[in-house]
């Protein structure tokens, strides 16, 4: 059994954080075609499967609602109950080319999307021992990390762009995960950059700054017209910033 690499990306809302998950997984399936690859939408927001052209299917929502009608009628402990959730998942996640996805679903209601987090969290604990590789494509905040949800992530990668409130935002995240988060590695990918001379004026506190991307027009064009990072062209600056901050972390 070999422990997975898990990789989140956390930051600000609109920074980039889903085309740069989806990115991750593009390069991690061209690299490890034989290893276990698993991405995870865990944005309630819902947008990496778009990015990766594949439907979002069964989410881990579903399946808590389909377990918590059946709990009541179950003597079984909470162990059970993890390991028929996991076992559902596996069989309900998405085998794709190269990867398996799951999205964690929109709760209609703010307790449930505790309920859901918390089972996101065991989940993963879970998930560890059958794959190489998870991205987690986080939800924008403080949240999940406040909530204990990515606990098990062993590489941080904070997004933001040139903005202050980007910038404060990712060292506030590294705050919280400096004390509920046992990563082995973090590193910011700052993108979005119009200009490189503004890079002057980032400051990333103590996050080490791991790659640099600029704004690209064909990002924009494809996330208008819904097409999937695979299309994007290699020479996508997207692809090469993202290689760039998983070489620096020593995942490529
Ligand atoms: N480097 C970039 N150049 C141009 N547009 C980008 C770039 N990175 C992301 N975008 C666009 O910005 C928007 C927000 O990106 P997204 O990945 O959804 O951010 P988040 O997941 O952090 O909310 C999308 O329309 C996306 O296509
Ligand atoms: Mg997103």
Not at 35 to 45: C, F, G, S, Y
Not at 82 to 103: I, N
Not at 119 to 127: F, K, P, W
Not at 137 to 156: C, F, M, P, W, Y
């Amino acid at each position: 059994m070999t422990e997975a690499k898990i990789l989140a990306v956390a930051g600000k809302g609109g920074v980039g954080k889903t085309s740069i998950s989806a990115a991750m997984v593009r390069l991690l399936v061209r690299a490890y075609p034989d290893k276990r690859i698993l991405a995870i939408d865990a944005d309630p927001a819902v947008g990496l499967s778009t990015a990766l052209g594949v439907d979002p299917g069964t989410t881990l929502d579903d399946i808590r609602k389909e377990i918590t009608g059946e709990v009541t009628e179950r003597t079984g402990g909470v162990s059970d109950i993890l390991e028929s959730v996991k076992g559902r998942l596996l069989d309900a996640m998405q085998h794709l080319s190269g990867y398996d996805f799951f999205a964690i679903g929109r709760p209609e209601t703010a307790g449930c999307y505790c309920a859901v987090n918390t089972y996101l969290r065991q989940v993963i604990s879970l998930l560890i021992h059958d794959y190489d590789y998870v991205v987690v494509d986080s939800e924008a905040g403080i949240e999940q990390v406040n909530r204990r949800v990515l606990e098990k992530v062993t590489h941080l990668i904070f997004v933001s762009d040139a903005s202050k409130k980007g910038t404060q935002v990712i060292q506030t995240v590294k705050r919280v995960a400096d004390e509920l988060v046992m990563y082995e590695r973090c590193g910011a990918i700052i993108n979005r950059v119009t200009d490189p001379s503004v890079m002057d004026f980032v400051n990333t506190g103590d996050i080490p700054i791991l790659a640099v991307i600029g704004e690209d027009a064909e990002q924009t064009e494809f996330d208008i017209l819904g097409k999937s990072v695979f299309d994007l062209p290699e020479r996508a600056d997207i692809l090469r910033g993202t290689e760039e901050a998983l070489r620096q972390m020593n995942i490529l």
